[in-house]
T-cell receptor, first 113, second 112 residues
């Protein structure tokens, strides 16, 4: 099993460009999450999904959109990138029965110039 | 507002030392507290502490939970360079969705 994978691993964007980050999990997990991690800020929840076709806002959702069309995939979109969105983005997933233990992907390092 | 505070933010020790990392939390309706280890990439799960399981141990790592005083400690004995990482503490919030609020982490550096 690959676990949680993220594409791409690195990306550099110019201000105003758009992009989509892809998260895929092969563990048949119901819940999926997108976090951002900035120096000195810990992990902050952007959006999450409790199942296929459903999404909800987390702590810092502004400037991001998400979609979960298939159970195994969770997409994070930036419509118009800003330098403040320079960060490392982590995807995570968990089983419905394990209430809190989340499995994380390797991260995507995004730089917006 | 739910909050998880870790201390110290960074720590440098030598191999063989024992370290104690601290986590204090203020979350409504306490259910559990989790510790993760983050090396270069993805955080990996270490322990989960609950009201019914306030002490956990795995090799040289151990953790205890003081539910009354609202804090947890993570102990690492006989540290090795491979223990160098960011250690994250997290607590659930936001009802029953299982969402976690993370502390800022403690960056541990173990020197040979």
């Amino acid at each position: 099993n690959a676990g949680v994978t993220q594409t791409p691993k690195f990306r550099v964007l110019k201000t105003g460009q758009s992009m989509t980050l892809l998260c895929a999990q092969d563990m048949n997990h119901e819940y999926m999450y997108w976090y951002r991690q900035d120096p000195g800020m810990g992990l902050r929840l952007i959006h999450y999904s409790v199942g296929e076709g459903t999404t909800a806002k987390g702590e810092v959702p502004d400037g991001y959109n998400v979609s979960r069309l298939k159970k195994q995939n969770f997409l994070l979109g930036l419509e118009s990138a800003a330098p403040s969105q320079t960060s490392v983005y982590f995807c995570a997933s968990r089983r419905l029965a394990e209430l809190y233990e989340q499995y994380f992907g390797p991260g995507t390092r995004l730089t917006v110039t | 507002e739910d909050k998880v505070v870790q201390s110290p933010l960074s720590l440098v020790v030598h191999e063989g030392d024992t370290v104690t990392l601290n986590c204090s939390y203020e979350v409504t309706n306490f259910r559990s507290l989790l510790w993760y280890k983050q090396e270069k990439k993805a955080p990996t799960f270490l322990f989960m502490l609950t009201s019914s399981g306030i002490e956990k141990k795995s090799g040289r790592l151990s953790s205890i939970l003081d539910k009354k005083e609202l804090f947890s400690i993570l102990n690492i004995t006989a540290t090795q360079t491979g223990d160098s990482a960011i250690y994250l503490c997290a607590g659930p919030y936001g009802g029953s969705q299982g969402n976690l609020i993370f502390g800022k982490g403690t960056k541990l550096s173990v020197k040979p």
